[in-house]
């Protein structure tokens, strides 16, 4: 498997994992819900741009993350 | 004969007995507020206590608003301005000014939003109220309550219910308000525009930020000291870093307290005989319209900076430079994200939505000082 083939999400913002919805293993489309960002009292839902496999999940919920910190690992 | 008396005298006391059909619209409009708030969950925090307060104070007999009145001592917090430095201090710990200071150009949308201010002062004054008076609901376009509450008290303090009630409600419908706006004004095409990542801003420009800020702004615009002073210092707090248990109590648990004795103490000035009059209906649509237009000129300046920019500024974040942090940020990713779902807007709106804390500040301090109150 090629490293071209994994692609990172990375936090849009900077705030607290609020719910985790994916696992390793899980098949996802584009657009489907992979975590919730809790960010200025906002629940914010971070989307899959990408069909394929979730690889890694590399938060957990309650985690704070910033700006760019790389969320979930998803093989294309 | 005399049971009958007892009985008279009996109901003569009850709320019941007493309950004037204004009153009834007051309680109404208290349900209101806490149906907009519980169901559609437009800013709860506020709305809920707001309804309550405003429901507390239509029922007769209860005296709660009487001089010693349970109401009265918490109105205190309001009518003393004690509770709006209070705010700001939890707001500023709460609050990253980085979005601003990474892209201090949003400032020009902090201020073209607070063109409402101006056009309620124009439209006030027109309709016969005094200069003073015309401030104190111009700054309603402000959209920051704490502000609102502080201008008005300085310039006119019979108006101090209106002019809170009005602020704190549109601030909390801005979900309502601001949407058709916002898609009238700025096409599609804009709407789904993504920016550019802001660059990080050091620890050392966050600590100096509040320091100069106070300093700055203190010694241009004395009058609104304790305001700015409260949120610089909150601020301070959260970015030095060492005091993080302070930081999080004053932004989270404090801020939440206050909130709620704030929110009830503007509801409790929604009394049948305060409100129900053509001034309060006039004060209100000004304040609406002060709204509108402020949102429009956030709006359109912003689209000019998109332009301008070839396309790197998505104008959704004008409308957030009326201020009413973090609501009016929050609005703009709302409506960002209908059109494009991995647009996150809400870092971005909040450079031109803390640029309008700091308009709104600057705007009442002027008042202030033109007016020579301090």
Do not use: W
């Amino acid at each position: 498997m090629s490293e071209n083939n994994r692609k990172t999400i990375a936090s849009p913002v900077p705030g607290k994992v609020a719910e985790v919805k994916t696992k390793p293993g899980d098949q996802v489309k584009r657009g489907d819900l992979l975590l919730i960002v809790e960010a200025m009292k906002m629940y914010n839902r971070v989307l899959t741009p990408y069909d394929g496999v979730v690889r890694e999940v590399a938060v957990s919920a309650g985690q704070k993350v910033n700006t760019s910190d790389p969320l979930v690992v998803i093989e294309v | 004969m005399e049971f009958l008396r007892i009985l008279r005298v009996m109901a003569d006391a009850t709320g019941i007995y007493n309950f004037s059909a204004g009153n009834l619209v007051m309680i109404c409009f208290g349900i209101l507020f806490i149906y907009f708030g519980i169901k559609k969950r437009y800013e709860p925090f506020l709305l809920v206590p707001l309804g309550i307060g405003a429901i507390l104070v239509n029922i007769p007999g209860t005296g709660l608003m009487d001089v010693g009145g349970l109401l009265h001592f918490n109105y205190l917090g309001v009518e003393k301005v004690i509770y709006p430095p209070l705010i700001f201090l939890g707001v500023g710990a709460m609050t990253d000014f980085g979005p601003l200071i990474a892209n201090p150009s949003t400032i020009i949308l902090g201020a073209a939003a607070h063109i409402g201010i101006f056009i309620a002062l124009v439209g006030a004054k027109l309709l016969g109220f005094t200069i003073k008076e015309a401030g104190a609901i111009g700054i309603i376009g402000g959209a920051d309550g704490p502000m609102a509450i502080y201008v008005s008290t300085k310039l006119a303090p019979h108006l101090l219910g209106q002019v809170a009630v009005s602020a704190y409600s549109y601030m909390a419908l801005l979900p309502l308000i601001q949407p058709p706006i916002m898609r009238l004004l700025v096409p599609r095409r804009e709407r789904e525009l993504a920016m550019e990542q802001l660059r990080p801003v050091s620890r050392r420009e966050k600590i100096v930020f509040p320091i100069m800020m106070i300093i700055l702004v203190n010694s241009l615009l004395p009058p609104i000291a304790p305001l700015i002073s409260c949120l610089m210092l909150g601020n301070l707090i959260r970015e030095s870093g060492v005091i993080e248990r302070i930081a999080d109590t004053l932004g989270g648990v404090f801020l939440d307290i206050v909130t709620v004795f704030i929110a009830v103490a503007i509801g409790s000035t929604m009394s049948a005989q305060n409100f129900v009059n053509l001034k309060t209906l006039e004060i209100v649509v000004l304040g609406l319209i002060a709204f509108c237009t402020g949102t429009a000129g956030g709006l359109l300046a912003a689209r000019i900076m998109c332009k301008l920019s070839g396309g790197k500024i998505n104008p959704l974040i004008g409308s957030a430079g009326i201020a009413a942090v973090p609501m009016a940020a929050r609005v703009s990713h709302t409506v960002g994200i209908e059109d494009n779902p991995y647009n996150f807007l809400i870092m971005y709106a909040m450079g031109p939505n803390l640029a309008g804390v700091l308009g709104t500040a600057v705007a009442g301090g002027i008042m202030l000082t033109l007016l020579g109150v301090h």
